[in-house]
């Protein structure tokens, strides 16, 4: 952390792509693809998109045609995939730049000539055709005249769970899609339908949120190296040895002696304001606990259980890192590592680690 920093994002660019080969080595020989939507979670679409393609990923999936122009900027060659499809108007952009749309109705369908991915609802009931649209589409495959369906996909609502529900989805996917009888690949698992099993992983997969760390397979252990570290600069401590209270609200009172140390890291970073006296973060090994609310840019700590030769003015704390990681913080705010993730915020001095193939 530079002298003027208050706060490091660190991002392993190598352990991104020790997951994107994990699995890819998992559901081989499907193909595995990454998703880079809202800037690869939150941790740089442009730079992780970059050492995942040096590393061998040919296909990318982004949420929006935005996305995908700034990845086709620095990516020439790669499939990029936009799960959100086309919209009416002008589909220049698109086609200038090569991008794949993701056909979620009919509706999108009738926008768009050229190469395509066609998405079926399973039983998300967000995106892809619903099941009246499959009929009409079987009963007249001429609805996708001038269209190249490349991928058939669909989504999974439950993978990271234990459910009936992953084995019907699977067999109502193949279902659809066999009576289809278009598309030269199929795709059905994100990162948790990949620790699913072979059924799940057709011809290719769309891992998230496990290239970045987040456990796909949650209530066992964690088998994703993990990528994002969070330091803090404490910017003061505060010695009390009157009953005092912490913060906003006085939410936080403290009883008798100790320290109190303050951190530059609040919500508008995304440090979530749900972790307000929940959670916690750790000087040289040590669990301090948040105490008191989690404003905008600050956050404070109760340091007495530390020697204070650890917890200065100037030191650092760390909020995400190996002993306490992206899921374990979700927990904390009652959230999804996801959240955590994508809530990242942008005042951080960022730094990438590795990347180099
Ligand atoms: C976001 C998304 C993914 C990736 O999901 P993860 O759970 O992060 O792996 C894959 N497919 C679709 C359609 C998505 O919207």
Redo the contacts with the bound molecule.
């Keep these: 952390m530079r002298d003027r920093d208050t706060a490091l994002l660190t991002i392993d660019l190598d352990a991104i792509v020790a997951n994107w080969r994990l699995i890819a080595a998992r559901a081989a020989p499907a193909e595995a693809a990454a ?1 880079v ?1 809202a800037d690869a979670y939150g941790l740089g679409a442009v730079r992780v998109a970059a050492a995942l393609a040096a590393a061998g990923c040919r296909t990318f ?1 982004v ?1 929006t045609i935005d996305e995908g122009l700034e990845l086709r900027a620095v990516l020439p060659h790669p499939d990029i995939f936009v ?1 959100s499809g086309v919209l009416p108007g002008p589909a220049g952009d698109i086609t200038a730049a090569g991008l794949i749309p993701v056909l979620n109705s009919l509706e999108q369908a009738a926008l768009w000539q050229g190469r395509a991915a066609l998405h079926v609802d399973t039983g998300m009931a967000r995106l892809g055709l619903e099941a009246a649209e499959i009929e009409r589409l079987i009963a007249d495959p001429g609805v996708l005249a001038g269209i190249d369906v490349d991928l058939v ?1 669909s ?1 999974l609502a439950c993978a990271d769970e234990d459910s009936a529900m992953n084995a019907d989805q699977c067999q109502r996917f193949r279902l659809l899609a066999d009576r289809l009888g278009l598309g030269r690949r199929r795709s059905l698992a ?3 339908g990949v620790f699913l099993g072979p059924a799940f992983h057709f011809d290719l997969v ?5 290239l970045y760390g987040v456990n ?1 397979t949650p209530g066992r252990p964690n088998p994703m190296a993990q990528v994002v570290r969070l330091q803090g600069k404490i910017l003061q401590v505060r010695d009390v040895d009157s009953p005092m209270t912490v913060g906003y609200g006085a939410s936080h009172r403290c009883a008798g002696r100790g320290r109190v140390a303050t951190v530059a890291v609040g919500y508008a970073d995304g440090w979530l304001r749900a972790l307000s006296n929940r959670g916690h973060g750790i000087i040289e090994g040590g669990r301090v606990p948040l105490v008191g609310r989690v404003s905008m840019d600050l956050i404070t700590f109760d340091v007495s259980a530390v020697p204070a030769s650890a917890a200065h003015a100037g030191a650092t704390i760390e909020l995400i890192g190996p002993g306490h990681d992206v899921d374990a913080v979700a927990a904390e705010a009652g959230t999804i590592g ?1 959240e955590v993730l994508t809530a990242l915020g942008r005042r951080y001095a960022r730094s990438y680690v590795g990347g180099g193939v």
Excluded: D, Q
């Excluded at 769309?206 to 496990?210: E, F, L, S, T, V």
């Design positions: 998703v939507k999936f949420a799960l996909c989504h994100a990162s948790s769309r891992p998230g949120a496990a796909p996801y």
